[in-house]
């Protein structure tokens, strides 16, 4: 059974940092492209990044090009979100996803339970 | 960047009824487009993707159309667990956009 798990929730203050991760479980992680996808509270869903199976590229939404990064350790089954000068527009439920493919550009076939993360003084 | 745009805001349907719900993309996507469904609290699960195609264990009321901007995502004899918010996404290119999202409501 394919699994994800989000750990990382929390409040933090603006212009601070903060770094999810999200075990994979149930699939050969390392052939799949991976997902960060937010939703703020009562909003639609938002894109955000996407990392190829073997972390040769990456990419961002511009809302948080240069702020955020994506990584992962394919030995750990783990995918990451580093989250830096957060805003309080950052503020939403953040899930990681897996793509149906290696290289990240197609649908998502599976979805984490979501994690909550707070911008707020 | 391609901006998709998903019609109607909400609606209210009957058990029973057909619904159609539309995804309009700014641009020409030929058929790279996914729908969603998200039910209040819980993650989203996808129904339809390549525009058309059923993922596994989707019930057939659930049928997907359209190709190059008009995308339509239609449910038939809607049932009450049927109550949620769809999305449509357009796929194979990055930004992988998200619509605004349709609220499909029971009366």
Do not use: H
Not at chain 1, 87 to 115: I, L, N, P
């Amino acid at each position: 059974e394919v699994q994800l798990v989000e750990s990382g929730e929390g409040l933090v203050q603006p212009g601070s940092s903060m770094k999810l991760s999200c075990v994979a479980s149930g699939f050969t992680f390392s052939n799949y492209g991976m997902n960060w996808i937010r939703q703020a509270p009562k909003k639609g869903l938002e894109w955000i990044a996407l990392i190829y199976y073997d972390s040769s590229s990456k990419y961002y939404a511009d809302s948080v090009k240069g702020r955020f990064t994506i990584s992962r350790d394919n030995s750990k089954n783990t995918l990451y979100l580093e989250m830096n000068s957060l805003r309080s527009e950052d503020t939403a439920m953040y899930y990681c996803a897996k793509s149906r493919g290696g290289f990240g550009e197609d649908y998502f076939d599976y979805w984490g339970q979501g994690v909550m993360v707070t911008v707020s003084s | 960047n391609i901006v998709m745009t998903q019609s109607p805001k909400s609606m209210s349907i009957s058990v029973g009824d057909r619904v159609t719900m539309n995804c309009k993309a700014s641009q020409n996507v030929y058929n790279n487009i996914a729908w969603y469904q998200q039910k209040p609290g819980q993650s989203p699960k996808l129904l339809i993707y390549y525009a058309s195609n059923r993922y596994n264990g989707v019930p057939d009321r659930f049928t997907g159309s359209g190709y190059g901007t008009d995308f339509t995502l239609t449910i038939n004899s809607v049932q009450a667990e049927d109550a949620a918010f769809y999305y449509c996404q357009r796929i194979y290119n990055s930004p992988l956009t998200f619509g605004s999202g349709t609220k499909l409501e029971i009366k």
